[in-house]
């Protein structure tokens, strides 16, 4: 791809001449002589200047439609196959625009398609207490990547939670049949400011943060209802129209210890660097809410979160939590000779 070169765009209708490069920026020149910032990975060319003088002209086109001989439509270019490629391999990667400078630099998505098929790809995000918002969604090509997007720290906490839909297909050839698939997965969003975590794959010669969505014809988490969680309150219902039996001695046993969880964010990671005081914050209420989805269905279970003291922040925001999630749940301060003056006991107690 050069200046000079007609292009189309992959995501939208219409195209033009590149003007200029910047980088991974294009900018796109079209038939009324205004230019268009686009990603290069959302481009395609069609043709170079040397072919063309001109892009086409689709309003002229639309305007005197009697005056244009009928083209047969062109033939699309033929697609180069794997020999492994009728399984189906896609990969989310996180490229740093400056990896050096991952406190200050932006990070691009990446949708790799390791296969034979086309995708019809829809690539969401949303924050922990947030609704999905649609990232880029569009046509990927056989054995190709895709540059989705551009951010930057301050949309990470729009971004702890990632999902990809897909729907594979051939175009033009025989194929086996591939289901929609929708994957959702958890972003740890303090891995983007640690360079442990970035590294080089089969896909890239500099370090991202990769994700896998599809290996093998598996996807890495399909999203299904939870049969499981379903029993348990199926379970629940049944117990509280019947007599409740004497515990166990086993249970009973296992009521009276008294889980403890330190949520001093040096008790919870090991490098800082880079983080804000929200981000922190942000990780140990994680931590909170991992701790009381576990043990949610352990009826009488206590647990004593250990926040310290300080200026009341966190504690402010465990009780927050407590009183919008768990609002069945006994709180109360935890033993002073035992835990000091910052930590918060909870029992759990039967869903309201």
């Not at 001449?17 to 069609?46: C, N, Q, T, W």
Request: a negative charge; glycine letters at 6%; charged letters at 30%.
């Amino acid at each position: 791809m050069k200046i000079g070169d007609n292009v189309r765009f992959l995501n939208d209708v219409g195209g033009g001449r590149i003007s200029r490069i910047d980088g991974k920026m294009v900018y796109v020149e079209d038939h009324d002589g205004f230019e268009r910032p686009v990603l290069a990975g959302e481009l395609v060319v069609v043709a170079s200047e040397k072919k063309h003088e001109r892009p086409l002209d689709i309003k002229s086109k639309l305007v005197e439609p009697e005056r244009t001989a009928p083209q047969a439509a062109p033939k699309p270019e033929p697609v180069f196959e794997t020999p492994d490629g009728d399984v189906l391999n896609v990969m989310l990667a996180y490229e740093p625009r400056e990896v050096k400078h991952l406190n200050t630099t932006t990070f691009f998505p990446v949708l790799v398609n390791d296969s034979n098929y086309y995708l019809y790809y829809t690539y969401m995000t949303r924050g922990d207490d947030s609704e999905w918002v649609t990232r880029s969604h569009g046509l990927l090509e056989p054995n190709f990547q895709l540059t989705l997007d551009e951010f930057g720290h301050e949309d990470l906490n729009l971004m702890t939670h990632v999902a990809v839909q897909i729907a594979a297909f051939k175009q033009g050839r025989h194929f086996k049949l591939k289901n929609p698939l929708l994957v959702e997965q958890r972003l740890n969003v303090t891995k983007f400011y640690k360079l442990h975590c970035f590294h080089t794959n089969d896909y890239f010669d500099t370090p991202v943060l990769a994700l896998d969505i599809v290996r093998n014809d598996r996807p890495t988490r399909e999203l299904v209802i939870d049969s499981s969680e379903i029993e348990v309150a199926m379970k629940q219902r049944k117990q509280e129209r019947k007599p409740q039996r004497a515990e166990s001695k086993a249970q009973q046993q296992r009521r009276d210890e008294i889980i403890v969880q330190d949520l001093h964010i040096a008790e919870l990671l090991d490098d800082l660097r880079g983080l804000t005081n929200n981000d922190i914050l942000n990780y140990q209420l994680d931590k909170f809410n991992e701790v009381m989805r576990v043990h949610r269905n352990h009826l009488g279970q206590r647990i004593v979160f250990i926040h310290g003291k300080g200026e009341g922040v966190l504690r402010r925001a465990l009780l927050e939590e407590l009183k919008h999630h768990y609002p069945a749940c006994e709180v109360q301060d935890a033993s002073f000779k035992e835990y000091g003056f910052g930590a918060t006991q909870v029992t759990i107690h039967a869903t309201k």
